[in-house]
C-alpha cells in the first residue's frame, strides 16, 4: 500500500510561510508530479512528506497513520535526490546493497535483492564497477536501484534529472516511466519542467508560492486550466494572454489563446508583422506583432516557410479561446 493523504499541511520558519495550508490525496500506485517554478514550495513539499523538514501543523497520512511527528525511518519511503549521493570508493553492488547492511540483512539476502534491482534497471554488467566509471544516467540508476531495494511504499524524487543533459534527460524520463509502470509503487516526482510533468504524471500537482493552484491528469490542466497561472504555466510554448478591447468584447479581463490554436490566413485576421520565426523541422514558432491583439506566438507546420519580416493574419479558433476574470479564475 502506498496511500498518502495530505491534510492542512503547513510550513514556516518564523513569520515566513513556505506553505500555508496544503490538501491532497494520493492514491495507492499513482504518479503524482508537483511542478512549478522555483521557489514555490513543491521541493519543501516533498521534504515535509518524507520527514526531512518538520511540519508547522497539519497532518500526513500514509495508508491511514498519521505520520507526522514520526522520523523518516518510519516513514518506509524512500528518496533519491538531484545529487546522486554514491559512495565513491564502494562498488556499483555495494552502493545498491549499503541501506540493506544497515538493515542488518544478509549477505545472501542482500545480494539476491541487488541482483533484483540490477535486472530491472539494467545494471548487472556494472555491479563490480565504481560510481567514477559510470555515466552521469548510470549513476542515477545506482541511486535508484539503492531506493528499490528497500521495498518501499512510496518513491521520493527530488529533481532527479537536473544534472543530465537534454538528451539523457529523455532517456530517464522513459526508464523512470517503465520503472513505475513494472514496480506499480507510488511515486511522487517534484521538477520545475512542465514537459517532464505532462509527459510523466498521472496527476499533476500545480504549485504558486506554496499554494497548490490545482490537480488533475495532464490533459484536463492543458484543457480546463482552473486560472491564469496554470494556464500560462501548463503548455510550452506558453498561452498567448491578451487584455483590452478583445477580452473585453468576449465578456473578460482576459483570453487566452495557446500557439497551436492559432491559424494564420489570408485575411479577416488580426494583422500582423512577423518578428521573429524558430524552425523547427516539423513546426515552426512564429513571433507575430499585431495591433489589436499585442504580439503572439504562433504555431504553424515547418513547411510554410514564413519569416522575419513576412506580413501575416492571424486568427484564433473560437472554441479553443480561453476567458479569464479580473480575479484570474477561469470563466465558463
Known sequence: MGKI????????????????????????GEFIVFVGPSGCGKSTLLRLIAGLEDVTSGQILIDGRDVSDAAPSERKLAMVFQSYALYPHMSVRKNIAFPLKM??????????????????????????????????????RVAIGRAIVREPTAFLFDEPLSNLDAALRVTMRQEIIELHQNLKTTMIYVTHDQIEAMTMADRIVVLNAGQIEQVGSPIDLYSRPANLFVAGFIGSPRMNFITGHEAASRGAATIGIRPEHLDVVSEGGWDGVVALAEHLGSDTFLRVKTEAAGTLTVRVPGERGLTHGDRVSISPRQHNIYRFSEDGKAMQ
Open 5 to 28: 493523504a495530505l491534510k492542512n499541511v503547513r510550513k514556516a520558519f518564523g513569520e515566513f510561510v513556505i506553505v500555508p495550508g496544503a490538501n491532497l490525496e494520493i492514491d495507492d
Open 103 to 140: 538493515a542488518g540483512l544478509s549477505p545472501d539476502e542482500q545480494e539476491s535483492k541487488v541482483q533484483a534491482a540490477a535486472k530491472i534497471l539494467n545494471l548487472t554488467s556494472y555491479l563490480d564497477r565504481r560510481p567514477g566509471q559510470l555515466s552521469g544516467g548510470q549513476r542515477q
